[in-house]
């Protein structure tokens, strides 16, 4: 069992940046791939990014290719997404989630453990 608790959420104008953490307990970080996903108000929980447990190979959905980055620090047991110009349609709860499986996965059914998620809401 993995423990994941986000945090870092908030309210931001259009073009700002917040940084979201996920902090993991329970078992070896490292062992895990880690993953971000968001959710909108009435649409499917969606992908955002990945990361593989040395952190050396990372995916992004393309709508936030060169805005967000996914890092990990694995003496912490923490994962980051640090998220730049933002947009209104950024705007939903994100969730972080994390997988024994191999890296590489997008789908939500993917990832086995997840956390309550964090409000991320971007102004225009």
């Known amino acids: 069992q993995v423990q994941l608790v986000e945090s870092g959420g908030g309210l931001v104008q259009a073009g700002g940046s917040l940084r979201l953490s996920c902090a993991a307990s329970?078992?070896?970080?490292?062992?895990?791939?880690m993953g971000w996903f968001r959710q909108a108000p009435g649409k499917e929980r969606e992908f955002v990014a990945s990361?593989?447990?040395?952190?050396?190979?990372?995916d992004y959905v393309d709508s936030v290719k060169g805005r967000f980055t996914i890092s990990r620090d694995n003496a912490k047991n923490t994962v980051y997404l640090q998220m730049h110009s933002l947009k209104p349609e950024d705007t939903a709860i994100y969730y972080c989630?994390?997988?024994?499986?191999?890296?590489?996965?997008?789908?939500?059914?993917?990832?086995?453990?997840w956390g309550q998620g964090t409000q991320v809401t971007v102004s225009s």
């Open positions: 989630a994390s997988t024994q499986a191999g890296f590489g996965s997008t789908r939500r059914s993917g990832y086995n453990f």
């Open positions: 990361i593989s447990r040395g952190g050396q190979s990372t």
């Open positions: 329970g078992r070896t970080f490292s062992n895990y791939v």
